[in-house]
């Protein structure tokens, strides 16, 4: 925006800039998950039965989701730390190759159910076996991307943007769309969450192109039951009677006040029951989604976490009993759906940074590795089988870590297109371009979307807060009466500047903020006419 109009000029060496370089390292990757786990960066936090939720409100594809005329729901799980996909998916067509590489740590013979001539599974997944045989259940074998990155933290954000290699993309494949295409969704929110998280943090799955998750974030299960039973996290009431009590009872009203969603959620919950008896971690975890689709909350899209895949060392009980959890939760989950004929409209996909190299290392582990096998699960299947062939252990890469064969974006596409009944256009802007669809998948949209995306001309914008003043860089598209207005995370208007009637063309604008507005994660918004800018602050 060069050579803006104004009435007035930035702070000396400030620069506005739209995006976040994001190259990820430890010490980053633990800040901003502290951020998220806090609330700082979202809509709130909340605990549903011990287990951290995140509801999100602001994605513009999750809006899509909520506007089409399909009921259909995606659970997402997220197995943490690169799960080890030849100890999951067991190559039983080149069983003594795979003992040869792996001969602490292979699967005996004896403990392998079999799937198909040339797979099977150990025996710890023995629940999922019934799904299987129901045709309930299918694998991608060979899941990967090209110029596969084998850091966590990289390989986590590409998989949660959907973007290349090379690309250090800062948003997720969920919320790129909220700025350009729908800019005013942060303050005309849907009524229901349209994805919910449970756990995760440091996913950035559903974050926005400022790099910023606006959502309903709670950091354990205890705090969303919390929520479902009373409509608010932290108590107000019971606190010291000393100036930190008073404080910390703001703080906490403060907190409270930005849970969006808690009222609906809780309403769901407390009207859905479960039929089964799950097991903690990820069971904890799918009972509280099995609540919440029971209780007809609407939510299309959840993700839920199964954290330990990361072993190194003395890998195989542990792998063996995280599969296990794996195995059994999710088919209690979907045997508690089946009340009511749930099941019917819920696909769950599993999925992980990377797979494991195929020999072990010195510590009877596994190091980190490229394709791994993805699973999925729902009657929406029509049917049991493997897409692809089975790995090569001959066919590896250069450094021996077996070759993908199938792109995991093909797999989002399919599951957005033919299953979450996304138009294909759609689909193809949300991922950045067209994958192909995997139609030996199963999955079939029975539904035809009805709906017209709201898509208001955006105003390219940049924000800055300092001392009193809004520092405001803007483009208008066209001439018209311009408003600025400020909005709290729960959509209330707390300010209005009417600026007149401007051309068209770049603009600075310094403007004074009420010194008695509350201060805390808030909206900007530019409106000109039909056109419309919005980015979220801290002030």
């Not at 805390?520 to 039909?530: D, E, F, L, P, Y």
């Amino acid at each position: 925006m060069a050579d803006p109009k104004s009435h007035s000029h930035l702070l000396p060496g400030a620069t506005l800039q739209d995006g976040l370089t994001h190259e990820m390292d430890h010490e980053r990757w633990s800040r901003r998950a502290f951020i998220r786990s806090v609330g700082l960066a979202g809509a709130g936090s909340m605990l549903l039965g011990q287990m951290p939720v995140t509801a999100l409100s602001a994605s513009p594809l999750a809006w899509l989701l909520g506007a089409a005329e399909t009921d259909r729901i995606l659970v997402l799980i997220r197995l943490k730390g690169g799960n080890d996909g030849q100890n999951m998916i067991i190559p039983v067509h080149d069983y003594s190759t795979y003992k040869s590489r792996r001969p602490q740590i292979a699967v005996p013979n004896a403990d392998i159910l079999s799937l198909s001539p040339e797979s099977g599974m150990p025996k710890s997944m023995e629940p999922l076996l019934r799904m299987w045989q129901d045709g309930g259940m299918k694998v991608v074998h060979s899941i990967g991307y090209p110029e596969q990155n084998l850091s966590h933290f990289r390989s986590s954000d590409i998989w949660g943007s959907a973007s290349d290699s090379a690309v250090a993309e800062p948003s997720g494949w969920m919320g790129r769309w909220l700025d350009g295409r729908f800019p005013d969704f942060l303050t005309a929110p849907p009524a229901m969450p349209p994805a919910v998280q449970i756990g995760g943090f440091g996913n950035l799955l559903f974050l926005n192109d400022q790099n910023i998750n606006l959502s309903f974030v709670v950091s354990d299960p205890k705090e969303l039951a919390d929520i479902a039973q009373t409509g608010q996290l932290f108590d107000t009431t019971n606190l010291p009677a000393c100036y930190y009590g008073e404080q910390l009872g703001y703080l906490r009203a403060v907190t409270n006040s930005t849970f969006r969603y808690a009222g609906v959620i809780s309403a769901a919950y407390n009207q859905g029951k479960n039929s089964e008896t799950y097991g903690p971690g990820l069971g904890e975890q799918l009972a509280i989604v099995a609540r919440l689709i029971k209780g007809n909350l609407g939510t299309r899209v959840y993700m839920v976490t199964l954290d330990g895949f990361d072993n190194h060392a003395n890998q195989y009980q542990t792998h063996q009993n995280l599969l296990k959890e794996l195995a059994g939760a999710v088919r209690h989950f979907f045997d508690d759906l089946k009340t009511g004929g749930w099941h019917e409209k819920v696909l769950a996909m599993t999925m992980s940074e990377f797979g494991r190299r195929l020999e072990q290392n010195a510590s009877l582990g596994t190091d980190h590795g490229a394709a791994a096998p993805l699973m999925l699960f729902g009657p929406g299947l029509n049917g049991n089988g493997f897409i692809g062939k089975a790995p090569k252990f001959s066919d590896v890469d250069s450094v021996g870590n077996l070759k993908f064969q199938t792109d995991f974006r093909e797999v989002y596409a399919t599951v957005l297109e033919q299953w979450l009944c996304v138009p294909g256009a759609e689909v193809d802007e949300v991922l950045g371009r067209p994958f192909n669809r995997i139609h030996s998948l199963g999955l079939s949209c029975n539904a035809t979307p009805v709906f017209e995306p709201r898509k208001p001309e955006a105003i390219p914008m940049s924000v800055a807060y300092h001392d009193g003043y809004l520092w405001l860089e803007f483009e208008l598209p066209a001439s018209a009466p311009v408003d600025v207005m400020l909005f709290n995370m729960q959509g209330q208007q707390l300010w209005k500047k009417s600026l007149g009637k401007l051309p068209a063309g770049p603009y600075r604008e310094q403007l004074g903020i009420p010194a008695n507005l509350p201060a805390g994660a808030q909206v900007i918004t530019v409106r000109a006419g039909n056109a419309l800018g919005s980015r979220k602050m801290i002030r």
